[in-house]
């Protein structure tokens, strides 16, 4: 499964954080209110491990407080100077409600 966001191409959206793998990437958190195909981006960010990431993430209360009926995650598999540049580019781009650090 994969969804667009921006110009990247994200391997998801996953409703279970088991779906993700333990690599370096750059990760969206997707909100949806039951509408099928119609995810909102609620956060952008990166990690050297996805799944441990999402899991423990501090803005978890604020990706909850959006209140979509469904969270989840996608995730674009890079390097490290890679994630770095694409998830500045992507938050400028987007301007995720919750991308406040």
Same mark, same amino acid.
């Given at each position: 499964?994969?969804? !667009?966001? %921006?110009?990247?191409?994200?391997? %998801? ?8 793998? !333990? ?7 997707? %909100? ?12 952008? %960010? ?17 990706? !909850? #407080?959006? !209140? ?30 919750? #991308?406040?650090?």
């Amino acid at each position: 499964m994969a969804i !667009k966001i %921006g110009s990247y191409n994200f391997d %998801g959206p996953h409703t279970s954080t088991r779906a993700l793998c !333990k690599q370096s990437d750059v990760y969206a958190i997707l %909100g949806n209110n039951g509408n099928g195909n119609n995810w909102v981006v609620v956060d952008i %960010g990166e990690s050297e491990d996805v799944q441990e990431r999402v899991e423990n993430h501090d803005r978890a209360p604020c990706w !909850k #407080g959006q !209140k979509h009926s469904v969270l989840a995650a996608a995730a674009y598999y890079v390097t490290e100077r890679q994630r770095m540049q694409i998830e500045q580019e992507l938050r400028a781009q987007l301007n995720p409600p919750c #991308g406040d650090r």
